[in-house]
Nanobody
Framework: QVQLVESGGGSVQAGESLTLSCAAS????????MAWYRQAPGKQRELVSV???????RDADFVKGRFHTFRDNAKNAVFLEMNNLEPEDTAVYYC???????????????WGQGTQVTVSL
């Protein structure tokens, strides 16, 4: 089985920064993509950013260049650096990974437990 453990959430004021971390553990062959999603109260979960193992990256429009995603493939980890945070960024942030359990096999999706980010004025 694969476990994703997130850390780095917290409460900050508008304009400040936070960096979230997510590390995958378990037995698997590769992790083609790792992504960050978020879910605000009363809203659907939405994609924030996705990154491939080769460094390809796609961000949601609301990121507006404020967030930066990067991976450490050697550590099976993905990071979300969030700058100039706004109250609208308040949400639970979830790590997601599409994992190949064996080389050349299909990938399966795994989720972390989520980490709360709260931004106040």
């Amino acid at each position: 089985q694969v476990q994703l453990v997130e850390s780095g959430g917290g409460s900050v004021q508008a304009g400040e920064s936070l960096t979230l971390s997510c590390a995958a553990s378990g037995r698997f062959a590769s992790i083609p993509t790792m992504a960050w999603y978020r879910q605000a109260p009363g809203k659907q979960r939405e994609l924030v950013s996705v990154m491939t193992s080769g460094g390809g990256n796609r961000d949601a429009d609301f990121v507006k260049g404020r967030f930066h995603t990067f991976r450490d493939n050697a550590k099976n980890a993905v990071f979300l650096e969030m700058n100039n945070l706004e109250p609208e960024d308040t949400a639970v942030y979830y790590c997601n990974a599409n994992v190949r359990m064996r080389s050349g096999g299909p990938s399966s999706s795994f989720w972390g437990q989520g980490t709360q980010v709260t931004v106040s004025l």
